[in-house]
């Protein structure tokens, strides 16, 4: 079994997905575990030598900063910060994000910052290892300081509290420490503020939700491709010139992708009637080419999040220093995460009206995209759930990041709301998911109105891989079935993606 040694060495969303992927098993490096056990060791001789109040280590938490507490109750102290701020409501996390988020959160303690205990970290590391993974829930969060109630749900289990899953079944996190072993965790100073405070919640969910992003991105290329050719459009939009007096990035990727797929093909050499494409086909490399150079924004933003220290206060043993401060604000994530929203709705939206385009009765297509319309709705209704679904990405742009509430009487008087920027672009990335299975089913559906003329050895291959799920349809027949055929390929086919 694979294992992922988890040190100082810079974490990139590739290396996240190679470790999900590859189901490594994660170390703590002997270099992370001496600098946890420093910044422990030097906490435990501060608080013992020190008079001066420290934030969250021997005060209270928020607007109860200037409550201070006895060093009998300062372990106490810390196992009712994580109780008291399990708050969370509404949906569950998906496992798979949690997954994501004990990495980011043992990734975040193990630079020697944040004074934790050695132990505290390899039980997060013994749940990530075995597959027992906290219920958390989706609301709760302000995205400052940092992700309080769901971080506090993931560390409920380490003083044998909340529930788990183990194997998709949902037990007391009791019942399975019990099962392999495990005492619970008894908090030293400071241990819950750093638990909780920090943005492991919001970029879980970025670093999920890029992983996802990429590749839809990618897809989506493939898929207008498809549809390229299906409607009988033209290829001088995609020439590189135009794009290289326009130079940006993104853009000249997609022209150069589209070119790569369709080389070869009868269908897009062939003469053309039309001088011109609707938008939707011939600004494929303006549009997606956008959204590339978003994602590589958002992910640069991101990387740097997750090989960060978010926690608060923030230890600096070497020089004598522990200094309350705020870089569990997400801010950062927030703002990124309604862009992502943004940018990946467009490749849903523009997708859609590809949709529209085929099954409007022109170029030769028939109406609907069936042998006989009017006895066969055929692809009518499709593109109305296409419509719906982008009609509701709309409604989840605007952003989250724009509001603020105050909270702790004041004293966290500006916070991100990256947490409900990060749930709502999931959905979002789900959605876009559910567009461009639709749209591949219109186009692939269209293109056999084609024949005999052939597209690229590239786009025949990935319809011949596409048609073992999902059938041409020659008469009406149950729609939905196909739909989620056509998304089940998406999720799974494999995408050689060039560097973005």
């Known amino acids: 079994m694979k294992t992922h040694t988890i040190s100082a060495q810079f974490l990139s969303i590739d290396?996240?997905?190679?470790?999900?992927?590859?189901?490594?098993?994660?170390?703590?490096?002997?270099?992370?575990?001496?600098?946890?056990?420093?910044?422990?060791?030097?906490?435990?001789?501060?608080?013992?030598?020190?008079t001066v109040p420290v934030y969250g280590v021997t005060t209270g938490f928020g607007?109860?900063?200037?409550?201070?507490?006895?060093?009998?109750?300062?372990?106490?102290?810390?196992?009712?910060?994580?109780?008291?701020?399990?708050?969370?409501?509404?949906?569950?996390?998906?496992?798979e994000i949690v997954r994501l988020m004990l990495l980011m959160k043992v990734q975040s303690l193990s630079y020697g910052n944040s004074g934790v205990q050695v132990q505290t970290i390899e039980r997060l590391i013994d749940f990530y290892n075995k597959?027992?993974?906290?219920?958390v829930y989706q609301q709760g969060s302000l995205g400052a300081s940092g992700d309080l109630a769901p971080l506090a749900h993931m560390c409920l289990p380490l003083l044998n509290e909340g529930e788990v899953y183990y194997r998709n079944k949902k037990?007391?996190?009791?019942?399975?420490?019990?099962?392999?072993?495990?005492?619970?965790?008894?908090?030293?100073?400071?241990?819950?503020?750093?638990?909780?405070?920090?943005?492991q919640?919001?970029?879980?969910?970025?670093?999920?939700?890029?992983m996802k992003s990429r590749k839809l991105s990618w897809l989506a290329d493939i898929i207008g491709a498809v549809s390229l050719e299906a409607f009988d459009g033209r290829i001088e939009p995609f020439n590189l010139s135009v794009h290289f007096v326009r130079p940006h990035v993104g853009q000249i990727l997609t022209a150069t992708h589209i070119n790569n797929l369709l080389m070869g093909s009868e269908i897009i050499s062939r003469p053309k009637k039309h001088v011109q494409d609707p938008y939707s086909f011939r600004c494929m490399p303006q549009v997606h080419g956008a959204t590339k150079d978003s994602l590589t924004h958002i992910t640069n933003v991101v990387e740097t999040e997750i090989n960060s220290v978010t926690d608060n206060p923030t230890v600096f043993p070497d020089e004598d220093l522990i200094i309350s401060a705020g870089n569990f604000h997400g801010q950062p994530l927030a703002l990124v995460l309604d862009f992502l929203s943004l940018a990946m709705s467009e490749l849903g939206n523009i997708s859609e009206r590809r949709i529209y385009q085929l099954i409007s009765g022109k170029r030769e297509l028939p109406s609907f995209l069936v042998k006989n319309p009017g006895l066969n709705s055929g692809f009518m209704i499709p593109q109305y759930t296409a419509a719906s679904i982008v009609n509701q990405n709309k409604t989840f742009t605007m952003p989250s990041s724009s509001d603020s509430i105050?909270?702790?009487?004041?004293?966290?008087?500006?916070?991100?709301?990256?947490?409900?920027?990060?749930?709502?672009?999931?959905k979002v990335v789900e959605n876009v998911e559910k567009i461009?299975?639709?749209e591949l089913l219109n186009a692939?559906?269209?293109?056999?109105?084609?024949?005999?003329?052939?597209?690229?050895?590239?786009?025949?291959?990935?319809?011949e891989q596409y048609r073992r799920f999902v059938p041409f349809v020659e008469n009406d027949t149950i729609m939905y079935k196909l739909m989620a055929a056509s998304r089940e390929f998406i999720q799974n086919v494999d995408v050689v993606m060039e560097e973005m």
């Open 63 to 95: 607007s109860l900063c200037n409550t201070s507490v006895s060093k009998e109750d300062l372990s106490t102290l810390q196992s009712n910060l994580v109780k008291s701020h399990a708050c969370g409501i509404g949906d569950e996390v998906p496992q």
């Open 406 to 426: 105050e909270s702790s009487q004041g004293q966290e008087d500006h916070v991100s709301m990256g947490a409900n920027a990060a749930t709502k672009a999931y």
């Open 171 to 199: 037990y007391p996190a009791s019942e399975i420490n019990e099962k392999f072993g495990w005492k619970p965790i008894k908090l030293q100073s400071k241990e819950g503020l750093a638990l909780l405070n920090g943005t």
């Open 436 to 438: 461009l299975a639709i």
């Open 444 to 463: 692939a559906q269209a293109l056999e109105f084609r024949r005999p003329l052939k597209s690229s050895e590239f786009i025949e291959d990935f319809i």
């Open 201 to 210: 919640f919001m970029s879980s969910y970025a670093v999920y939700l890029l």
């Open 131 to 135: 597959g027992v993974y906290p219920v």
């Open 15 to 50: 290396k996240v997905e190679k470790i999900i992927n590859s189901k490594a098993k994660l170390a703590l490096s002997e270099e992370s575990r001496q600098a946890v056990q420093k910044c422990r060791d030097f906490l435990d001789q501060k608080m013992e030598n020190s």
